[in-house]
Each structure stands twice: as structure tokens, then as C-alpha cells.
């Protein structure tokens, strides 16, 4: 996409250098783990801050291969443990051994037992199926919202970011967020189905001298939640990238789902050979930043007063800069249909549109 660029955030847990002990741990100690996108997750790195002893036994994997679980029972691991071992042992759909297993210190150990990487299956990406009722309710509402034609034009900003200072707006793929949350709002799908996703993963870059450096990418979506089903948005091109059961689900399924719909789609964030963790997506009501501190959101330039330096200059004032690419698409293609429907869960019908290019659609308030 034209004018497209991620923005990196400072370094996180470093998990695509722990990759194979984050997958075995993930599955051996998952009753005590809750994969979840809500406020409700709690991740392996959770559980490894919070237990002294878990904290040893991962250390003790990632430098040895060996993973251990007390035989008397105390510790919940030794019957996925067990399970682990019979498949790696029989049809090795889940796991595989390289090592030898054997009972010391009261404890089972296994040397160099590795979980597979899940295949994805039952999420949608690619070509859809047949469409459902409420997923072309989403679909109409996106396209009228004229975002992506804005994109086309360049309306992401700056190209880098570190050409601004930080109390400055910008719009990048958060302002996108803010933009179609508000929009999907305004149409009426209600405020509480409506939620921001900083997908993040890491890289381990590995530099000419054989030096690695680590970075942490981050792209903003928005999840919209409908009965049992979950929407997965790219605020960017206005495309649903998966739709999955809330319930069902697998965690892990989905986030390599988005990962792989992004690096399909152009959205680049590392190089042939880097190293790419499990990406780590977190979901947040709309109105909550993500990262202390960030620059204030683009609609906060159209507060700035009639003789500031920046007012009214595309490459400077978001307000400014978002109100003439959306009057250009209003130009050229016009507000679109304008009824969408409710789709089939309950939802009101969708308000009349007001005219547009009425910016005032794309506030979230």
C-alpha cells in the first residue's frame, strides 16, 4: 500500500529466539495459561514473571532440552507430559523426541522433547466462502467508509516517524484504528462489540558481522464481536482478515493467520532470514492508548487555532490532511449505498448517512 510503513515500538519479550521452549511450555503447562484477546489474557511471559520455579524449569529447557515434571502429582504438567511423550513416542503428530527420557530426583525428565508448530486450520483467510449475513453488514460499512481510497492517496503519515516530535499528531496504522472504530460506531454497530489489536511480533535480525538485533513490529487492527463470531479488520484496506469462533478457536491458529494474511498483503516487517516470534496480540477498549506516552491522536490537530504555524498544511496538520483526501474520494466515488442493513444478529438498522464528507463520522464519541 502506497505510503505504507510500519512503526517499531520499543523491544519486548524475546520470543522468537525461545520459540521452540514458548511452544512446549505453552502446550505442557496450558491449564494454567488463558489464551485469550481481551484484558483476561494470561500468557506464558505472564506465568514465567509471576513463578519463581517455572521460571528455573524454562531457563533450565532453553539451555539444556531437558523439561522435567515431579512424578508424585504435585505439579499439573506431568500428565500433558506424559501425553507429550506417548505421541513423540507413537505418531508423532504433536511432539517428537531427540533425546532419552528417565526418572531422577523424583522427577520425569525428558531431553529435547519439541512441540510441532499447529497448522491453521478452520480460520478463514485467503478467498471466502460464502459470505454470511453479517459479514457483508461489515464488509458494506467498510467500503462506504471510503478509508482505503484515502489510504491509496497517502493519508498514512509520516513515512518515518521519528521525523516528528512526540507531542505531535501523526496518522499511522493507529490513527487508521481510531478512524474505522469511530466509522463502524457511527453506523451502528454498537460501542461495546468494537475493539482496538496491537499485533506485535518480534524479529531477530541477524547483521553482517553475525550480530542479531531485536525489534519489536506492531501493526494496529480492530476486532468487532458479533454473537459468537470475531471480526479481525485491517483498518488500512478496509479487508476482514479472518473471521473465528470466540469460543472454539485456537489462539495460536489465529495469530499466525493474521501474521500470514499481513506478509501476503505487503505489510513487511522483517527480512529472509530473521527469526519471527509467536505474535502477541493485545486488545483494548478504543479509547485506551496503548503505549504511555505515544503522540496524541489525529483528530487532535483540528484544535489547532486559525494563525498556528502548522494549520491547514498537509504534510503537518492531520485534521487538515484527513479532511481533503476524504473530500478528494468523496469526489471521485461518490458516499456509496446507503443502506447496509443490520445483518442478521439483532443489530439496529444503520443511521442515515450524513453528508460525504462530514470528518465529524469519523470521531469516536
Known amino acids: 500500500m502506497a505510503g505504507f510503513r510500519f512503526s517499531a515500538i520499543p523491544t519486548m519479550w524475546p520470543e522468537a529466539a525461545l520459540s521452540d521452549g514458548i511452544e512446549l511450555f505453552r502446550n505442557l503447562l496450558a491449564d ?34 531437558k523439561f522435567s515434571a515431579p512424578i508424585d502429582g504435585t505439579e499439573h504438567s506431568l500428565e500433558p507430559h506424559l501425553a507429550a511423550l506417548a505421541d513423540a513416542l507413537g505418531s508423532q503428530d504433536s511432539y517428537t523426541l531427540q533425546g532419552s527420557v528417565y526418572v531422577e530426583a523424583g522427577e520425569l525428565v525428558s531431553e529435547g ?4 508448530p499447529p497448522s491453521v486450520t478452520n480460520v478463514q483467510v485467503g478467498p471466502s466462502p460464502a459470505p454470511q449475513p453479517y459479514r457483508d453488514f461489515l464488509k458494506c460499512l467498510l467500503g462506504q467508509s471510503l478509508v482505503a481510497c484515502m489510504a491509496d492517496k497517502g493519508l498514512y503519515f ?23 472504530a469511530a466509522w463502524l460506531k457511527q453506523r451502528g454497530v454498537p460501542a461495546t462489540s468494537i475493539k482496538e489489536m496491537s499485533f506485535e511480533w518480534t524479529c531477530i535480525h541477524t547483521n553482517p558481522d553475525g550480530t542479531t538485533t531485536r525489534v519489536t513490529i506492531a501493526h494496529a487492527l480492530i476486532m468487532v464481536t458479533s454473537g459468537d463470531k470475531v471480526y479481525v479488520i485491517d483498518p488500512q484496506s478496509g479487508d476482514i482478515i479472518p473471521e473465528f469462533d470466540r469460543v472454539s478457536a485456537d489462539p495460536r491458529q489465529i495469530k499466525k493467520a493474521i501474521y500470514d494474511w499481513l506478509v501476503a498483503h505487503g505489510y513487511q516487517g522483517r527480512q529472509a532470514d530473521d527469526e519471527i516470534a509467536i505474535p502477541n496480540p493485545k486488545s483494548y477498549p478504543v479509547d485506551t492508548p496503548w503505549w504511555p506516552g505515544t503522540e496524541p491522536p489525529w ?18 496538520d492531520m485534521c487538515f490532511r484527513f479532511k481533503k483526501l476524504l473530500q478528494e474520494c468523496c469526489d471521485e466515488q461518490g458516499a456509496g449505498r446507503t443502506d447496509c442493513g443490520g445483518g442478521t444478529t439483532g443489530h439496529p438498522p444503520v443511521p442515515a448517512q450524513s453528508p460525504c464528507a462530514d470528518s465529524t463520522r469519523y470521531l469516536w464519541n
Do not use: M, N
Open 158 to 180: 509520516p513515512p518515518d516517524g521519528t521525523q516528528l516530535p512526540e507531542d505531535r499528531a501523526r496518522f499511522d496504522c493507529k490513527s487508521f484504528a481510531l478512524v474505522i
Open 113 to 116: 522433547l519439541q512441540a510441532q
Open 32 to 65: 494454567r495459561l488463558a489464551f485469550t484477546f481481551g484484558d483476561d489474557c494470561y500468557d506464558l511471559v505472564d506465568l514465567l514473571e509471576d513463578d519463581p520455579a517455572i521460571r528455573a524449569r524454562f531457563r533450565e529447557y532453553t539451555t539444556t532440552g
Open 299 to 316: 483528530y487532535a490537530d483540528c484544535a489547532l487555532p486559525d494563525d498556528h504555524p502548522r494549520k491547514g498544511k498537509k504534510d503537518q
